[in-house]
């Protein structure tokens, strides 16, 4: 039986290397779309690169700005941190904080950094950012319904409501119940590409004026502060990643290193995937991702109603 201190010893190294390779993932789905297109790309450590130039770099601020537009990028990644502590950060590996409906706050500590980043986007006066904001407002009322009624799925598949012990009973019982896995996987893996602003649902590399979503919410950002929505964008691509990654691949062979190696490769194969999803697919028009959203809440229902009759 591992005691409490081992325990909490690996929930803060899985913590930190979370930390640590979070800036990864990026730089895996560049060179995926990279090898796709037949180029060389940028190198797979970009991120930490950009990273250190920006936080050398001072902040210029608009004088039509106040403090909500100083305290987004704080907060943004301030919340990020926050999900990351609640999560295992690693399959075999405890969440650094654990309660009874933790999985609630998963969801509305990532609420409460849209909210900020969208306020910011309107705080600076421009109808460009607006535009970006009220689209990015749209897509969440859809996204986020779709993304909490999959972890209801997950919370009454394994009658539990902690994200820590979904994950250690989702081990115990691998695929107890295939269909309502694969169908909360799909909704995951859209909620991911969504809330991550990947294609199809947005383009983190366009620059065309009428499909820009949130890079147009964080133009007016630089240096340090730019540095910090950079960073905690990849630390909520690596939770989303955790979450989907825990309920397709629920390898427990007993070893802290093997099942956190496997588990950390996995989000990598997701990063990958994401890399494949935006070579082989276009963005799709504003009008179809509400639709894709819809479908995908339609998947994380049938998901939870298949439990309920399981139960």
Known sequence: MTDFSTLLLRAHVAFLVALILAP???????????????????????????????????????????????????????????????IPCTGASPAMISFQGDIILFAYLFGT?????????????????????????????LAEPAFLIALSALACLNNRISITQI????????????????????T?????????????????????????????????????????????????LWAFAAILVAIILPVRTGSFILDSTVFVFGIFAVAAAVGVVESIMARFRLDKIPKMLIAAAALSATALILTLIRG
């Open 24 to 86: 990864l993932i990026p730089g895996i789905i560049n060179r995926m779309k990279a090898v796709f297109a037949g180029r060389q790309g940028p190198p797979l450590l970009q991120l930490y690169y950009d990273l250190f130039k920006l936080l050398r770099k001072g902040t210029v601020y608009s004088s039509t700005t106040s403090w909500v537009f100083r305290m987004a990028p704080i907060v943004s990644l301030t919340a990020a941190l926050g999900v990351l502590m609640i």
């Open 167 to 186: 994950f250690t009973s989702a081990a115990e019982n691998p695929f107890s119940n295939i269909a309502v896995i694969l169908l909360v996987a799909v």
């Open 113 to 141: 950094a849209r909210f900020f980043t969208v306020t910011a986007a309107l705080d600076t006066g421009s109808s460009f950012e607006g535009m970006g904001a009220s689209r990015e407002v749209l897509y969440a009322a």
């Open 188 to 236: 995951l893996a859209i909620v991911l590409l969504t809330e991550n602003c990947r294609v199809p649902a947005d383009d983190p590399n366009t620059h065309l004026e009428l499909t820009m979503i949130h890079e147009v919410m964080v133009l007016d950002y630089s240096g340090p502060d730019f540095a910090y929505i950079l960073y905690g964008s990849a630390l909520k």
